[in-house]
């Protein structure tokens, strides 16, 4: 059977006659915002709050009314709300302030209330019931961390003897140890010699009033290896406000810190490489703007990193090319050509003038959008000079060859014939010196 809600309304009226059935506290949370789509009245008989002053509190309606110790296991406990199946149920126990300020023990039973369109669960539903009035003792105390045994973070805690107390399923096979072996345990078992100190830090640092303590570091598996290890640490108090236990969340982080260090050494190698490239190279802004460049791209232009940064490229373009520049550019930044190339004058810095050849790359983001583009540039003057020394020498050659009023060839060093003017092909009587040239 199906329950089909004509509107909002329809799905209120429901909700409202569902919470006059429910003895807790009825509660639809939405897991992106943080805060309270629907809540029942029973708020007002359990917390003496009206359902209109919770909406008010927002996104801070946690921070606000649950006690600052149950906090980090709270927000464990949403993100694990993710991998909730449909049917599945989680349990959370956790304290709450009334509008007297008296603290009063919950538990918090919640499963999913809808789906957004890619899957991932959108809202929960929660029926909150209070189950103690007074604090709770150091066995009742512990038992947050043991019933969370269909989270995927590992839970445990351990006394201020460092006697662990309790134990949870994904700790057994994060740890490789099963609950019957660990519980009561010294937890130096499962922290490498290195890394004992952090105990006395977790309890001094949760002794100055911390509400938790969050570190990355490493801790022992069953088989003696190290493992990168993110923890959450909170303390647990007794009846008089003690600390008299340590709870913690871990997760194993290994894959991250090889992610990391991979990621790292590909952007230093990515620096070096851009740094020390033989040719001038920048990234610019697809409104010409100047974002990074390399010192070989500063010995081109006779500009300072800094000074370029304060740049665009045509600035630097000779004003005479970027009329045709700008015509070429037109197709590679909206898109049509994923590549640029061209020989154009840059103005340095000193007035000098140098050609240069670039070749150009747009980086886009996923949507299409540029981001900006990469940029490779060569000083070609030398070979600019070269080439047209070349076509000068020719083109004298030629002028040479073809005033003559005698027979001119030349020749090259092994007497092969290159070329003949007129009057040297009108002395052998030929029309066309092609046929002999190269021979």
């Known amino acids: ?39 029942g009245g029973n708020v007002s008989a359990t917390l003496g709050y009206t359902p209109q002053e919770v909406y ?10 649950m006690h600052p110790e149950d906090t980090p296991r709270f927000q464990l406990h949403m993100e694990q709300m993710q991998s909730l199946k449909e049917g599945e149920i989680a349990e959370f126990e956790h304290r709450m302030r009334d509008r007297a300020g008296e603290w009063h023990w919950f538990l918090s039973r919640d499963a999913i209330f809808d789906r957004d369109e890619s ?40 006394d201020l003897e460092g006697r662990i107390l309790s134990w949870n399923r994904s700790a057994a096979e994060l740890y490789q140890y099963q609950s019957e072996e660990i519980i009561g345990k010294d937890i130096i078992t499962i922290i490498p010699s290195d890394r004992v100190h952090e105990l006395t830090t977790i309890i001094s640092e949760l002794g100055s009033g911390r509400l938790a303590v969050t570190l990355e570091t490493e801790r022992l598996k069953r088989d003696g290896s190290c493992f990168a290890a993110s923890l959450i640490a909170w303390p647990i108090r007794d009846t008089s406000n003690q600390i008299a236990a340590v709870s913690v969340a871990a997760r194993a982080i290994s894959d991250r810190k090889r992610m990391e260090a991979e990621l790292r050494r590909s952007e230093e190698l990515h620096r070096v490489s851009f740094e020390l490239a033989p040719l001038g190279m920048a990234y610019l802004a697809p409104d010409g703007r100047f974002v990074k460049v390399n010192q070989n791209y500063c010995e081109i232009t006779g500009y300072t990193k800094a000074e370029l940064l304060t740049l665009n490229v045509r600035d630097l373009t000779h004003p005479d090319d970027w009329p045709a520049e700008s ?6 930044l909206h898109g049509r050509t994923t590549e640029f190339a061209n020989e154009k004058r840059y103005v340095r810095k000193d007035g000098e003038i ?12 996923e949507d299409g959008q540029p981001l900006h583009t990469v ?42 014939l290159l070329a003949m ?5 009108r002395l052998l009587e030929i029309e066309d010196c092609s046929p002999l040239v190269g021979k």
Not at 354 to 365: C, G, L, S
């Open 1 to 39: 059977m199906s329950l089909n809600f004509r509107d909002e309304t329809q799905l209120e009226r429901f909700l409202n006659r569902l919470d006059d059935l429910t003895p807790g506290m009825l509660v639809i949370s939405d897991l992106e915002l943080r805060t309270c789509t629907y809540i």
């Open 56 to 65: 008010a509190m927002g996104a801070n309606v946690a921070q606000t009314l």
């Open 119 to 158: 899957g991932r669960v959108k809202r929960i539903v929660s029926s909150a019931a209070r189950i103690s009035t007074e604090p709770r003792a150091l066995d009742s105390a512990v038992r947050p961390a043991a019933v969370n045994e269909s989270s995927t973070d590992a839970f445990y805690s351990y």
């Open 327 to 332: 015509v070429l550019l037109e197709p590679f």
């Open 354 to 365: 140098r050609w240069v050849a670039i070749t150009a790359r747009m980086i886009r983001d």
């Open 375 to 416: 940029d490779v540039i060569q000083d070609i003057t030398d070979k600019k000079i070269a080439d047209q020394r070349l076509l000068d020498s020719e083109e004298f050659s030629r002028t040479v060859l073809e005033s003559s009023p005698d027979c001119m060839k030349i020749l090259d060093t092994d007497g092969t």
């Open 421 to 425: 003017n007129n009057p040297g092909m």
